[in-house]
């Protein structure tokens, strides 16, 4: 069975996600092979500076046909009242990176906290953002070897920060 599908951007400017900017097109068909009901729809999302300053968001509309009604699309809240909850779903993207839990306010090995600065030392380091502020723990080791890397990188490559004071990271990366 063929499954259509249509995107809509946000009427918003400063929120609209447009397409080959920020995502690649998203294919008007989508196949949902017999004796299933499952379907993937890869979305390619594409991280653009302007990400870093405002969210980006679109929808992904599953069209309406003989498959794909209405009807099965109502739901009743708390108070009996009915409401639609449609074939669609709204991508928001965005550069929201956070203080890992670990983090101290002045980190031995990575100094004080930025944007900037996680993002360097992920990228760096080839950690990804999921395990950066994830909950397991990275071992101290690991965390001095980051630390000194870039650190050793900055040396050769000054990075300012966004205050316009040069990046450093802290006293276990110096020397």
């Not at 080959?20 to 092979?33: G, V, W």
């Not at 203080?99 to 031995?108: A, E, I, S």
């Not at 953002?129 to 890397?149: A, Q």
Request: one cysteine or more; charged letters at 30%.
């Amino acid at each position: 069975m063929i499954v259509r599908l249509r995107t809509e951007l946000c009427d918003t400017d400063s929120l609209r996600a447009e397409v080959d900017e920020d995502f690649k097109a998203i294919p008007s068909e989508l196949i949902l092979k017999a004796d299933t009901n499952v379907a993937v729809l890869d979305v390619v999302l594409m991280r653009t500076e302007e990400l870093a300053k405002h969210n980006r968001m679109f929808t992904i509309v599953i069209e309406e046909d003989s498959w794909f009604d209405s009807e099965y699309n109502w739901r009743k809240d708390s108070d009996g009242n009915p409401y639609f909850i449609g074939h669609s779903m709204t991508v928001i993207m965005t550069e929201d990176f956070p203080k890992p839990w670990w983090w101290k306010d002045d980190d031995p090995n990575f100094g004080f906290w930025s944007y900037k600065k996680a993002d360097l030392i992920c990228s760096l380091c080839d950690i990804s953002r999921t395990e950066f502020v994830g909950n397991e723990v990275i071992p101290d080791y690991k965390l001095r070897y980051y630390g000194k890397k870039v650190q050793r990188y900055l040396n050769e490559n000054p990075v300012y920060e966004d205050d316009g004071t040069l990046m450093t990271m802290g006293k276990n990366a110096q020397g």
